[in-house]
């Protein structure tokens, strides 16, 4: 109790507890708030905003009402997840066309993804972006997120999600980097060729159990260097490197003449 | 140019190009020149520089006893606790340690060698391996004796019977041991799984039932037989999971093109065998926008769409489809077990 | 049993007085240790780096045992179902695992020094196999594979085989989802077989994959059975190496009648004992920093998850890439309802079998076309055989061909490629890359040779230009001494082989001609495209002449006369 009292005049105390109360905020808020279809928290302006966003940006590819077109997907009810995980993560709007849409910095600010999400699940009811509640890492059981990425992810991502090939150039991305928010909604949405997780097939707290797992990937790997996380073929490619080619410089200097 | 005795014996001495017409008489080899006259060493002539090399020699041992020391006060001072970080640090000092005393003697023990030792090149002579014909002779008579005392040619009744002995005695560890060594050798067990008429389909690993309406379109499910928890961690599970792990996938009834089996699917939910027809890895990589399913061990790539047939790839089979339906309740069930032996080909396979 | 006697009548020797003495006299009286030290002390040992690659081997394998030791300690080769209780690794608290697992987990994450020793064991695995190979390059080139050492050739080549086994069972060992994939491949692969395929499943698996008796048994072959053998092999390598006495490069004073080098007591002894510390030092910096097989990545095994980049070890990778490149269609056949994958067994027994073979056949056929019969101690120069260095260069890129199209995935991923042109693209180069190795080398080798005739001939090129009073321009050439010399004239370029006519002067045809004939073809391949050492005439002539072709009959010694065989020769260019 003294350390504690000790702690409440503490200079960060107010920032704590602030973050506290907002936490808390948001619990209470994913808890009660409706999930899916978030087309009626967002605001007519948002839409608007949107729109105009969509059509400027989107409109080319998509279709002016985003019907799609041919090898172009319809956005109609792909929900705010989608367009969130498409936008935030960078792979859209596409710089070219390839096998697969690629992440890059993100050319859209929070605010203009909103309302581009906002307008997109205007047009039809979708999964809504996950709160941060949702894809908290710390509320997430590891043990039970490896035995559900083993099984579900890590035959495209690798067993640490390191990444891997697809058919055809596409490929699987590492998932060093992705945020939590981006992971659950990949799951929820299927972007491209990786497959829909709904929520009977993998329920919210299993994702947010995968999601610990992934951050918990990222302190690498016990043994030292993780090599790229990328198995046998990178561990032989080092071994050789490093392991012969330093044992074989010690061999070119036992045989050399001393001078 | 040293005249030794080195000249090279035993090679042939045939000169093979064109023979030259030549007013000078030459040898028509060159001659061996002998050894490269000896150098000296900075150290062999420079007695400071002896003593300098000494010193670092000795330098180089203190620094292995170092290291050693290392090791003993990492493995004191910084256990592994169990987090990543500190087993990663503790492995790190451990090793750092022993790679110190370990290097430290090697390189110095190198040094010293290659330094403070004799370079003087020697030269030893080399006698053909082949015994002289004196020893072969002996050995041979040797032989020849010794078989003629033991008498195995003339008794031609004891050599019958000292070969059959031993040619069949291994066959007493043999005989048991290949009895038992296969389980009970049973191998048309490769043609059935677990699947069967009104088995329900589960999730692996959580073992949650599926109900048509969980699977969306594009929706991928990893899917075991609905069997007890207890069962579950048994190895009787792993050998029938082994067989029975099947892929689940919703496609929009109109994109199927083909399938193996009249009505095998569901409104556009439809199972296959995860093992690959190839060496049998678990073929799990599904791009739902092309419908292709991939094997990450060797490329094999199946069509979903028209009955898993071979697109790419190694393996020469489609995947066995799993026939299924519904239940009452709702449920994803099997319709049978699979028409076909699941998983890699093998000769009685279609017997 | 006299001559015994008779030595306790002799006058009894000097007796020891240091305590070295007294334990040397007391061993010696038991055992005649002088005589081995007598032959081995100063035995001499030629000095080359490349006889070290060897010794990494050797070591490495001392390293394994040292470290595998360890492990045995903790380690248990069961495949009893357990729950982890563990709390680290995070991942696998609670998971249901083989006792295998667990207690590879616990070795990991609560032994301490257990996860080096257990980094360090894989990574000595690594480089014990990366060793062989170049090893095996190094005699392979120089030829140190030809009489007498074609027997230690077979040798070295089963302990390579047995060196695949060693890393293949104990990379199954963990019972972890990675290497329980390998076992299945290695299932499918052992059920292709014709006739006996299922049965030597059951056989292995003791029933259904993956049973419950795979592990320990795994076990026994791993820590008993390979190493045993390897030990005994290793023993019989190292006594042939030292009764054929150790090949020398070729250098001046270096013949096949003598061995040229070092005494083994003091600085062979020093140099093997500081390499072996080196190599241990090295693979413990290995082991310390750089992660190998963290098994609690990929899970305990379960049939159902796979892992991209599912992968085996380096030196198995060549297998993988060939059953990654086989096409599947129309290559599984059915004959009298049994069916025979061919997609299966040719990139899994064929090839690695066309593989295998050549490297065990080699040396006997290199002898026969060859047609010598004589004892070779002082190595090749690659150059100098060419086809010989042609073949083997095709060999590598076969295998690393091979082991790329084993990685293809990773390739993709990381050149943003489309795994399927690159195997495509592998499809064609296994097929194209040898033949077109093996011809670059071939020509790389003559090229190299005709290079030697030139510098022999003509010197080296000094860069200085003088001109004559007449107004020629000649660069000075300055004449290669005669150690340089030797190491370029030195060697014996075969030629096909000769054979009996077909039949003999009564017209009476030979028997064996047809197999005489098959010989001298493929002689023909290895010896009809050669150049032939400079010989001291033609050396005589490009000098007496003057003139920049070395072709030139030397018809004309008199022109450049006073310019000898001496320094300071000059050549027109």
Same mark, same amino acid.
């Given at each position: 109790?003294?350390?504690?009292?000790?702690?409440?005049?503490?200079?960060?105390?107010?920032?704590?507890?602030?973050?506290?109360?907002?936490?808390?905020?948001?619990?209470?808020?994913?808890?009660?708030?409706?999930? =899916?279809?978030?087309?009626?928290?967002?605001?007519?302006?948002?839409?608007?905003?949107?729109?105009?966003?969509?059509?400027?940006?989107?409109?080319?590819?998509?279709?002016?009402?985003?019907?799609?077109?041919?090898?172009?997907?319809?956005?109609?009810?792909?929900?705010? *997840?989608?367009?969130?995980?498409?936008?935030?993560?960078?792979?859209?709007?596409?710089?070219?066309?390839?096998?697969?849409?690629?992440?890059?910095?993100?050319?859209?600010?929070?605010?203009?993804?909103? *309302?581009?999400?906002?307008?997109?699940?205007?047009?039809?009811?979708?999964?809504?972006?996950?709160?941060?509640?949702?894809?908290?890492?710390?509320?997430?059981?590891?043990?039970?997120?490896?035995?559900?990425?083993?099984?579900?992810?890590?035959?495209?991502?690798? *067993?640490?999600?390191?990444?891997?090939?697809?058919?055809?150039?596409?490929?699987?991305?590492?998932?060093?980097?992705?945020? =939590?928010?981006?992971?659950?909604?990949?799951?929820?949405?299927?972007?491209?060729?990786?497959?829909?997780?709904?929520?009977?097939?993998?329920?919210?707290?299993?994702?947010?159990?995968?999601?610990?797992?992934?951050?918990?990937?990222?302190?690498?790997?016990?043994?030292?260097?993780?090599?790229?996380?990328?198995?046998?073929?990178?561990?032989?490619?080092?071994?050789?490197?490093?392991?012969?080619?330093?044992?074989?410089?010690?061999?070119?200097?036992?045989? *050399?003449?001393?001078? | 140019?040293?005249?030794?005795?080195?000249?090279?014996?035993?090679?042939?001495?045939?000169?093979?190009?064109?023979?030259?017409?030549t007013d000078v008489v030459h040898?028509?080899?060159?001659?061996?020149?002998?050894?490269?006259?000896?150098?000296?060493?900075?150290?062999?002539?420079?007695?400071?520089?002896?003593?300098?090399?000494?010193?670092?020699?000795?330098?180089?041992?203190?620094?292995?006893?170092?290291?050693?020391?290392?090791?003993?006060?990492?493995?004191?001072?910084?256990?592994?606790?169990?987090?990543?970080?500190?087993?990663?640090?503790?492995?790190?000092?451990?090793?750092?340690?022993?790679?110190?005393?370990?290097?430290?003697?090697?390189?110095?023990?190198?040094?010293?060698?290659?330094?403070?030792?004799?370079?003087?090149?020697?030269?030893?002579?080399?006698?053909?391996?082949?015994?002289?014909?004196?020893?072969?002779?002996?050995?041979?008579?040797?032989?020849?004796?010794?078989?003629?005392?033991?008498?195995? +040619?003339?008794?031609?009744?004891?050599? +019958?019977?000292?070969?059959?002995?031993?040619?069949?005695?291994?066959?007493?560890?043999?005989?048991?041991?290949?009895?038992?060594?296969?389980?009970?050798?049973?191998?048309?067990?490769?043609?059935?799984?677990?699947?069967?008429?009104?088995?329900?389909?589960?999730?692996?690993?959580?073992?949650?039932?599926?109900?048509?309406?969980?699977?969306?379109?594009?929706?991928?499910?990893?899917?075991?037989?609905?069997?007890?928890?207890?069962?579950?961690?048994?190895?009787?599970?792993?050998?029938?999971?082994?067989?029975?792990?099947?892929?689940?996938?919703?496609?929009?009834?109109?994109?199927?093109?083909?399938?193996?089996?009249? +009505?095998?699917?569901?409104?556009?939910?439809?199972?296959?065998?995860?093992?690959?027809?190839?060496?049998?890895?678990?073929?799990?990589?599904?791009?739902?926008?092309?419908?292709?399913?991939?094997?990450?061990?060797?490329?094999?790539?199946?069509?979903?769409?028209? +009955?898993?047939?071979?697109?790419?790839?190694?393996?020469?089979?489609?995947?066995?489809?799993?026939?299924?339906?519904?239940?009452?309740?709702?449920?994803?069930?099997?319709?049978?077990?699979?028409?076909?032996?699941?998983?890699?080909?093998?000769?009685?396979?279609?017997? | 049993?006299?001559?015994?006697?008779?030595?306790?009548?002799?006058?009894?020797?000097?007796?020891?007085?240091?305590?070295?003495?007294?334990?040397?006299?007391?061993?010696?009286?038991?055992?005649?240790?002088?005589?081995?030290?007598?032959?081995?002390?100063?035995?001499?040992?030629?000095?080359?780096?490349?006889?070290?690659?060897?010794?990494?081997?050797?070591?490495?394998?001392?390293?394994?045992?040292?470290?595998?030791?360890?492990?045995?300690?903790?380690?248990?080769?069961?495949?009893?179902?357990?729950?982890?209780?563990?709390?680290?690794?995070?991942?696998?608290?609670?998971?249901?695992?083989?006792?295998?697992?667990?207690?590879?987990?616990?070795?990991?994450?609560?032994?301490?020094?257990?996860?080096?020793?257990?980094?360090?064991?894989?990574?000595?695995?690594?480089?014990?196999?990366? @060793?062989?190979?170049?090893?095996?390059?190094?005699?392979?080139?120089?030829?140190?594979?030809?009489?007498?050492?074609?027997?230690?050739?077979?040798?070295?080549?089963?302990?390579?085989?047995?060196?695949?086994?060693?890393?293949?069972?104990?990379?199954?060992?963990?019972?972890?989802?990675?290497?329980?994939?390998?076992?299945?491949?290695?299932?499918?692969?052992?059920?292709?077989?014709?006739?006996?395929?299922?049965?030597?499943?059951?056989?292995?698996?003791?029933?259904?994959?993956?049973?419950?008796?795979?592990?320990?048994?795994?076990?026994?072959?791993?820590?008993?059975?390979?190493?045993?053998?390897?030990?005994?092999?290793?023993?019989?390598?190292?006594?042939?190496?030292?009764?054929?006495?150790?090949?020398?490069?070729?250098?001046?004073?270096?013949?096949?009648?003598?061995?040229?080098?070092?005494?083994?007591?003091?600085?062979?002894?020093?140099?093997?004992?500081?390499?072996?510390?080196?190599?241990?030092?090295?693979?413990?910096?290995?082991?310390?920093?750089?992660?190998?097989?963290?098994?609690?990545?990929?899970?305990?095994?379960?049939?159902?998850?796979?892992?991209?980049?599912?992968?085996?070890?380096?030196?198995?990778?060549?297998?993988?890439?060939?059953?990654?490149?086989?096409?599947?269609?129309?290559?599984?056949?059915?004959?009298?309802?049994?069916?025979?994958?061919?997609?299966?067994?040719?990139? @899994?027994?064929?090839?690695?079998?066309?593989?295998?073979?050549?490297?065990?056949?080699?040396?006997?056929?290199?002898?026969?076309?060859?047609?010598?019969?004589?004892?070779?101690?002082?190595?090749?120069?690659?150059?100098?055989?060419?086809?010989?260095?042609?073949?083997?260069?095709?060999?590598?890129? @076969?295998?690393?061909?091979?082991?790329?199209?084993?990685?293809?995935?990773?390739?993709?991923?990381?050149?943003?490629?489309?795994?399927?042109?690159?195997?495509?693209?592998?499809?064609?180069?296994?097929?194209?890359?040898?033949?077109?190795?093996?011809?670059?080398?071939?020509?790389?080798?003559?090229?190299?040779?005709?290079?030697?005739?030139?510098?022999?001939l003509h010197g080296?090129?000094s860069?200085r230009?003088v001109r004559f009073a007449n107004g020629e321009y000649i660069e000075v050439h300055r004449p290669l001494d005669?150690?340089?010399?030797?190491?370029?004239?030195?060697?014996?370029?075969?030629?096909?082989?000769?054979?009996?006519?077909?039949?003999?002067?009564?017209?009476?045809?030979?028997?064996?001609?047809?197999?005489?004939?098959?010989?001298?073809?493929?002689?023909?391949?290895?010896?009809?495209?050669?150049?032939?050492?400079?010989?001291p005439a033609e050396l005589a002539a490009a000098h007496a002449h003057g003139e920049h072709d070395e072709?030139a009959p030397a018809e004309h010694p008199a022109i450049g006369a006073g310019v000898g065989a001496g320094h300071g020769t000059t050549q027109g260019h």
């Amino acid at each position: 109790m003294k350390a504690l009292a000790a702690r409440r005049h503490h200079r960060f105390a107010p920032a704590v507890l602030l973050l506290l109360a907002l936490l808390v905020t948001g619990g209470v808020y994913a808890a009660l708030a409706p999930s =899916p279809a978030s087309a009626d928290t967002a605001s007519t302006a948002d839409i608007e905003t949107g729109k105009k966003l969509f059509q400027a940006n989107c409109a080319t590819c998509h279709g002016a009402n985003a019907e799609g077109s041919p090898g172009v997907p319809s956005l109609v009810g792909v929900g705010a *997840a989608a367009v969130d995980f498409q936008v935030s993560s960078g792979r859209m709007p596409m710089q070219m066309s390839g096998p697969q849409a690629i992440s890059k910095p993100r050319q859209m600010d929070e605010e203009q993804t909103a *309302a581009l999400a906002a307008y997109v699940s205007s047009l039809g009811a979708g999964p809504a972006i996950p709160t941060d509640a949702q894809v908290d890492p710390a509320d997430g059981d590891i043990a039970n997120g490896m035995a559900l990425f083993r099984t579900n992810c890590a035959m495209c991502h690798n *067993a640490v999600g390191a990444g891997g090939a697809l058919s055809e150039g596409k490929f699987a991305p590492a998932l060093w980097e992705t945020t =939590p928010r981006n992971i659950y909604q990949a799951m929820l949405t299927g972007p491209q060729s990786m497959p829909v997780f709904n929520d009977a097939n993998v329920t919210p707290e299993e994702k947010q159990d995968i999601i610990a797992f992934l951050v918990d990937q990222r302190e690498g790997s016990a043994g030292g260097n993780a090599l790229g996380g990328l198995g046998p073929v990178s561990e032989g490619l080092w071994g050789w490197a490093v392991g012969m080619g330093v044992l074989i410089g010690a061999a070119v200097w036992i045989g *050399a003449k001393s001078s | 140019m040293s005249e030794n005795k080195n000249t090279p014996a035993g090679t042939s001495h045939e000169v093979t190009a064109t023979e030259r017409n030549t007013d000078v008489v030459h040898a028509e080899r060159f001659t061996d020149p002998g050894l490269h006259p000896h150098k000296l060493r900075l150290a062999d002539t420079d007695p400071q520089a002896a003593k300098r090399t000494e010193r670092i020699v000795t330098l180089l041992f203190v620094l292995s006893v170092l290291g050693t020391i290392g090791t003993l006060v990492a493995y004191v001072a910084v256990p592994p606790e169990g987090p990543t970080s500190s087993v990663r640090l503790s492995t790190l000092l451990l090793g750092l340690g022993l790679a110190v005393s370990l290097l430290g003697i090697g390189i110095a023990g190198i040094h010293w060698a290659k330094t403070l030792m004799s370079d003087h090149e020697m030269v030893q002579e080399r006698h053909p391996m082949r015994s002289s014909d004196e020893t072969r002779d002996g050995a041979v008579a040797d032989l020849n004796v010794g078989i003629a005392e033991s008498g195995i +040619g003339r008794r031609g009744l004891l050599k +019958g019977a000292f070969i059959s002995a031993l040619a069949l005695f291994p066959l007493t560890i043999a005989v048991p041991l290949i009895g038992s060594v296969g389980g009970d050798w049973n191998i048309s067990k490769f043609k059935h799984t677990l699947w069967k008429t009104g088995m329900r389909l589960a999730i692996d690993p959580s073992g949650r039932l599926i109900k048509a309406a969980d699977v969306t379109v594009g929706s991928v499910f990893h899917v075991i037989p609905d069997v007890t928890q207890e069962y579950r961690e048994s190895h009787e599970w792993i050998t029938e999971k082994s067989k029975a792990v099947v892929l689940l996938v919703r496609l929009k009834p109109e994109d199927i093109t083909s399938e193996q089996g009249e +009505g095998w699917s569901y409104d556009g939910i439809i199972a296959f065998s995860k093992i690959c027809t190839h060496v049998g890895c678990p073929v799990a990589l599904y791009e739902q926008q092309t419908h292709h399913l991939l094997c990450p061990c060797h490329q094999s790539t199946f069509d979903v769409a028209n +009955g898993a047939k071979v697109v790419f790839g190694p393996a020469n089979r489609p995947l066995p489809q799993l026939p299924i339906t519904v239940d009452d309740e709702g449920y994803l069930v099997a319709q049978d077990d699979f028409a076909e032996p699941i998983g890699p080909s093998y000769w009685e396979r279609l017997k | 049993m006299s001559t015994t006697a008779s030595n306790q009548h002799r006058e009894a020797p000097a007796k020891p007085t240091t305590p070295a003495g007294k334990a040397a006299d007391y061993l010696d009286q038991r055992t005649s240790i002088g005589v081995l030290v007598k032959e081995f002390a100063r035995k001499v040992f030629p000095d080359h780096w490349s006889f070290m690659l060897g010794e990494i081997a050797l070591f490495s394998f001392v390293v394994l045992l040292i470290s595998g030791v360890f492990l045995t300690m903790f380690f248990e080769p069961s495949m009893a179902l357990t729950h982890y209780e563990g709390q680290h690794p995070a991942n696998m608290h609670g998971q249901l695992m083989s006792v295998a697992f667990a207690s590879t987990l616990e070795m990991s994450f609560e032994v301490r020094g257990g996860l080096l020793m257990r980094q360090i064991h894989h990574w000595s695995a690594l480089i014990f196999m990366a @060793a062989i190979v170049t090893h095996m390059m190094r005699i392979f080139f120089t030829g140190a594979f030809r009489k007498p050492r074609e027997l230690n050739w077979l040798v070295g080549m089963t302990m390579l085989i047995l060196g695949l086994a060693a890393g293949f069972s104990g990379y199954s060992l963990p019972d972890d989802v990675l290497s329980g994939n390998g076992l299945r491949i290695t299932d499918g692969v052992i059920k292709s077989i014709p006739v006996i395929g299922s049965y030597t499943s059951y056989l292995v698996f003791g029933g259904e994959f993956p049973g419950a008796h795979i592990v320990p048994r795994l076990f026994t072959i791993h820590i008993l059975i390979v190493p045993g053998l390897l030990l005994a092999l290793i023993a019989l390598h190292l006594f042939l190496m030292v009764l054929n006495k150790h090949t020398q490069y070729p250098g001046g004073g270096r013949t096949d009648d003598n061995v040229v080098g070092f005494p083994a007591l003091p600085v062979y002894v020093a140099k093997m004992t500081g390499n072996f510390f080196i190599i241990f030092g090295v693979l413990a910096l290995m082991g310390a920093t750089m992660a190998i097989n963290n098994v609690w990545n990929y899970g305990p095994f379960d049939p159902s998850p796979v892992s991209a980049g599912a992968q085996p070890d380096w030196y198995m990778l060549f297998l993988e890439g060939s059953l990654r490149l086989m096409p599947g269609q129309g290559t599984e056949w059915v004959i009298a309802g049994f069916t025979l994958p061919l997609n299966i067994l040719v990139p @899994a027994m064929v090839v690695p079998g066309l593989l295998f073979t050549f490297l065990f056949v080699y040396p006997f056929v290199e002898a026969k076309v060859r047609g010598d019969e004589r004892e070779h101690h002082v190595l090749d120069r690659p150059r100098n055989v060419p086809t010989r260095t042609a073949l083997g260069v095709a060999f590598l890129t @076969a295998f690393i061909i091979l082991a790329l199209a084993g990685s293809n995935d990773l390739i993709a991923t990381h050149f943003h490629l489309s795994i399927n042109s690159i195997t495509w693209v592998f499809r064609v180069l296994i097929f194209v890359g040898p033949v077109f190795a093996f011809w670059v080398t071939k020509r790389v080798c003559l090229g190299l040779q005709r290079k030697d005739r030139e510098l022999v001939l003509h010197g080296h090129e000094s860069g200085r230009i003088v001109r004559f009073a007449n107004g020629e321009y000649i660069e000075v050439h300055r004449p290669l001494d005669e150690q340089e010399r030797w190491l370029r004239v030195n060697y014996h370029a075969y030629e096909p082989l000769r054979i009996e006519p077909k039949s003999d002067a009564r017209g009476v045809k030979r028997k064996g001609y047809g197999a005489d004939r098959r010989w001298q073809r493929l002689s023909r391949f290895f010896f009809e495209d050669r150049v032939e050492p400079v010989t001291p005439a033609e050396l005589a002539a490009a000098h007496a002449h003057g003139e920049h072709d070395e072709l030139a009959p030397a018809e004309h010694p008199a022109i450049g006369a006073g310019v000898g065989a001496g320094h300071g020769t000059t050549q027109g260019h």
